[in-house]
């Protein structure tokens, strides 16, 4: 410290780094995909190359000449292996500042090498803990120590050694050593190690959640490491850059196996939509299709086919549908691609098209379409929203596919045909940005009621959706129909404007001060009421 008070510069850090001839490497990894032709290129250039345990055994079987870490270190490896590159003299060749007088008068007096470059990856922690017959002693035995140990020097001293963590980063690193005669610059070094404190980031944080998911669902410390997985072509407004980022060792995500097989790239507000559409597909049964715009569903139908389920959902609010997400969960065959192609669709994801029905559809350059072969939908996992400074954290809302668990508050038992209809109301309910008014008939929506401060405007909204999608046939798909509501209803009013439209079933939650009076207005009209018993806010 200087005498103001102020911290004095390290003048040995003060010039900038350059380029770092790579002599010696460590090589000491658990994915030993590329291995041996990256030590062949090593030394090729004349590297000396050390190792340790099973790398050594098959660097040598490859005919590759290696020094064992004992011979660097002075000392064997102890414990089963637990113990080999934890040595003073192994971190001091990787930590120390090689222009500092201090730090090179003790390498000299204690006859340390240093190290110029490691290669390290650890062991398969993830991956044993994924499975479901790992024993918690396996788990335990694949946290790696030494491994994060020396990525973490490296990469700290990367004025003086390059840290290589990655399979995929070998190419590249052998062809900056071949164009610039074994030296790699200060740029890479950087990127290197920003690369490897990302890497044991990730590593650190799948073992904490792994210890932490036994104590409490929602743990003290929740952390997880994101990825990006893709570059979208913008934000919610083409001004944002947006990426996509996805949890690192995370079974599924949005675009898990799908696979895009034409149009421009996804934008932030795509990906959003898509969410919102393949959750809702996933708690569809039979033959399915979801429309989704601005993140709300604009039509959802169950068919006898996928074709029939594309046409029932378009009815419903084909004005909305236009520039949407479309998501079926049936492959496409010609005559539904023919149809798709008769109107804008901004992207389409289905599980596969048949015949000509991808020639059909990519006669339209502006369409995104996407092949999806994981139909399932997330379980177990929490849902994470961003408000500012933190995270605001859930279980997934997960609603019943039968109707288990609802009651009759008036009116008579539902018909067969009923409870199919009050079933997928309540299930695309949940889907709707609340306040939340769905009307189906024949499991189909024809009437979408979303966003209102007002529960009964939702009503009102749905039932004029209704007549603009149906104009004079409003009245007849409005007649007999099911109208569910994702909270309670707090006054008579809004199912008394649904009943006066046509509706015969209502289905809500329940729990409201009014439910007599409520329950009351649909006794007088005839109609039944039906409480679930949770409601299904989505905001």
Known sequence: MSGDGTIAANPVLETEPGPLKIRRALLSVSDKSGLADFAVGLQRLGVEIVSTGGTARELTEAGIDVRSVEDLTGAPEILGGRVKTLHPRLHAGLLAVREDPEHAQTLESEGIETIDLVCTNLYPFERTASRMDASDAEVIENIDIGGPTMIRAAAKNHRYVAVVVKPESYDAILAELEESGGELSAGTRHWLANEAFAYTARYDAAISRWFGARYEEFPQHLTFSMEKF??????????????????????????????????????????????????LLSDLEGPACVIVKHNNPCGAAEGASALEAYEKALACDPLSAYGGVIALNRPI????????????????????????????????????????????????????????????????????????????????????????????????????????????????????GAGQMSRVDSVRLAIEKCHNAFGDGAEAKLRGSVVASDAFFPFADGPQAAIEAGATVVVQPGGSKRDDEVIEACREAGVTMIFTGRRHFRH
């Open 230 to 279: 893709l570059d979208l072509s913008y934000g919610e407004n083409p001004h944002q850059r947006a990426a996509l980022y996805t949890q690192a060792g995370g079974r599924t995500h949005i675009l898990s196996r799908v696979s895009k097989r034409h149009g421009k790239d996804l934008s932030f507000n795509n990906v959003l939509d898509l969410d919102s559409a393949r959750n």
């Open 333 to 448: 065959d010609e005559a539904l691609a023919e149809r798709l192609h008769q109107n804008f669709v901004e992207v389409l994801i289905a599980p596969g098209y048949e015949g000509r029905a991808m020639e059909i559809l990519q006669q339209k350059q502006a369409i995104r379409i996407l092949e999806d072969t994981e139909q399932r939908g997330e379980e177990g996992a929490l849902e994470v929203k961003r408000v500012r400074g933190g995270l605001l954290v859930q279980e997934i809302d997960a609603v019943a596919h039968d109707h288990g668990g609802m009651t009759v508050e008036a009116g008579d038992e539902p018909s067969e045909e009923e409870w199919a209809d009050i079933s997928f109301a309540w299930k695309v309910c949940k889907h709707v940005r609340s306040n939340a008014i769905v009307m189906v008939k024949d499991r189909a929506t024809v009437g979408i």
